[in-house]
């Protein structure tokens, strides 16, 4: 994965923590509401400057947190979520909460809840189970200590309490731990699906190399190099002009004829070589049919154009096939200009008619469309 796309995947993993920390803190604020109207409704066992302070703390401690995320110094951590720190924060606060609280102590059970629905899909099972056997544990310690102090008024009670809390808690922790097993099998389906996934975009890759790829030569194929060819042109700026040339290789039905066919795409596939090899990175060679090819040279002069097929026609004569002896080779060419307003097919019949020039003065020659106009 390159900087640039690791640092755009840090930036939406900070903002998605960002909005889970923005609903923790959410819930904080609920919390706290609930908190002061049992301040006012007279049943906090402390004072409202007791209330207030807790209160500053636990904002001072999401402060905390909010420097964390917003440091990035999260994202050197195992965790970059902090969940398991948050959760076990907010149960903290919660039990030190509840230990001010008399009558309306069970009503605020259910808060135990909602801190650690914040762990179902995000904590692995362990780490969940240690979370809510803290909870338990920091109620039913609660309990313990002030039965101890003989301040626990209603035993039977807090008993219940501790035992539908633990029951809650154990049935939280199952279905946390199978909401972890479905996330992982999802998981392990979405790898599979993009497995399969870059192995179409692969196949489709290949058959589109196929479909514009000559099979014998490797070059371009008609329908491809056509397709280039237009965009080429339709790119084409006032003042510029490409270069585009028809070349049929000479006297090659009697290559054909005297060494057979294998020695004919030997033959091809050896001008397909050289091709390569005299062209520059962006000119375009394709086959165009049987022993004919087209050629495009986007950018070009005319002088450096006639140079460039002149150095094609010159190495193919002096080439050798591999495994083939051949008389001689030979390779007419036909060229021509293109313009920004020239149409392609009115363009492919100029390079045929100066093809057709070149082999009627002899073969092994350029012949070019504009040489007729200076004439």
Not at 59 to 88: C, I, K, M, W, Y
Request: aromatic letters at 8%.
């Amino acid at each position: 994965m390159s900087l640039s796309s690791q640092r755009v995947t840090q930036r939406s993993l900070q903002s998605l923590l960002l909005k889970r920390f923005g609903m923790a803190v959410a819930t904080y604020a609920l919390t706290g509401l609930l908190c002061w109207i049992g301040v006012f409704a007279g049943l906090f066992h402390a004072s409202p400057l007791t209330a207030l302070s807790i209160t500053a703390l636990a904002a001072l401690s999401q402060l905390v947190f909010l420097g964390l995320f917003l440091s990035h110094f999260n994202l050197r951590l195992a965790d970059p979520s902090l969940t398991e720190p948050q959760v076990l924060v907010a149960l903290a606060w919660l039990t030190v909460l509840l230990s001010l609280f008399s009558e309306g102590r069970g009503s605020m059970l259910v808060i135990y809840l909602l801190i650690l629905l914040f762990g179902v899909f995000q904590l692995p099972p362990r780490v969940f189970a240690r979370c809510a056997l803290f909870a338990f544990f920091g109620f039913a310690g609660l309990n313990l200590y002030e039965a101890y102090t003989l301040q626990l008024s209603e035993p039977r009670v807090a008993l219940m309490q501790a035992c539908v809390l633990a029951v809650v808690l154990v049935w939280l922790c199952l279905f946390a731990s199978y909401a972890q097993a479905m996330r992982q099998r999802m998981r392990q389906r979405r790898f599979a699906l993009q497995a399969h996934q870059d192995t179409l975009r692969g196949m489709m890759r290949q058959l589109e190399d196929l479909a514009a790829t000559d099979e014998l030569t490797g070059l371009c194929n008609r329908r491809h190099f056509l397709r280039l060819a237009s965009r080429e042109l339709e790119g084409l700026r006032n003042g510029r002009q490409h270069g585009l040339a028809l070349l049929d290789l000479d006297h090659f039905k009697r290559i054909n004829d005297i060494h057979g066919h294998a020695a004919g795409d030997r033959v091809l596939q050896t001008f397909a070589a050289v091709a390569r090899a005299c062209l520059r990175d962006g000119d375009v060679v394709a086959r165009y049919g049987g022993e004919e090819f087209v050629l495009l040279l986007p950018n070009t002069e005319a002088d450096q154009f006639t140079a460039c097929c002149e150095r094609l026609r010159e190495a193919f004569s002096r080439a050798e096939p591999l495994g083939v002896k051949v008389a001689s080779l030979s390779v007419s060419i036909g060229m021509t200009l293109l313009t920004v307003h020239d149409d392609l097919d009115e363009a492919l019949q100029r390079a045929d008619q100066a093809l057709y020039q070149a082999k009627r003065d002899g073969r092994n020659r350029c012949a070019a469309t504009w040489e007729d106009v200076d004439a």
